[in-house]
């Protein structure tokens, strides 16, 4: 009986690369465990920091643009439902979906770079810091100005329900 030394070989070789791929099989199977565990911490702490800041938990798995949609849709929501009926409900509902809407804009829209300067003043206290606002999205930007100038009558009039309350309070003061 004769041994074939390239089949024997060939035989080897298939085995050791059978138990390879095993191998890397599962290295690559606990890497995406860890993967996937370590992508899940990262998602909830991003959760519970847009909780925390009192945005909406539904803009977590969206992208700046889509999140910035979404919360401009829905203070024109409120801005609607506010022109509708002027209950104090529909005010302070409006008033918070604009103030989410603007913080969000302005947390991922700007970057602020503080530069300490060097030298006194004439009066002998350090010179004020030099601050840069750099718009990093004009798009959001164009957005959010769009936004405004269309809610403008809105604005005027919560400006007057705000002067109103301010009115009220001061009779009730005196």
Do not use: C, W
Request: charged content about 30%; hydrophobic content about 40%.
């Amino acid at each position: 009986m004769q041994i074939d030394s390239t089949g024997l070989f060939f035989s080897a070789a298939n085995s050791a690369a059978m138990a390879g791929a095993q191998v890397s099989k599962e290295q690559k199977s606990s890497k995406i465990k860890k993967k996937s565990f370590a992508s899940a911490l990262e998602k909830s702490a991003y959760e519970s920091e847009l909780i925390q800041e009192g945005f909406p938990i539904e803009i977590a798995e969206m992208e700046t643009e889509e999140a910035a949609v979404y919360l401009r849709d829905e203070a024109e929501k409120a801005a609607d439902a506010l022109r509708q009926s002027q209950m104090p409900d529909k005010f302070a509902d409006f008033r918070k979906k604009v103030s989410v809407f603007m913080r969000y804009i302005e947390k991922n829209n700007f970057e602020v770079k503080v530069k300490q300067r060097k030298g006194f003043n004439s009066k002998g206290q350090p010179l004020p810091p030099r601050v840069q606002i750099k718009i990093i999205n004009k798009d959001l930007d164009e957005m959010a100005a769009y936004f405004l100038s269309s809610q403008k009558d809105t604005l005027k009039m919560l400006a007057k329900l705000n002067e109103i309350s301010g009115l009220l309070v001061d009779l009730l003061a005196s």
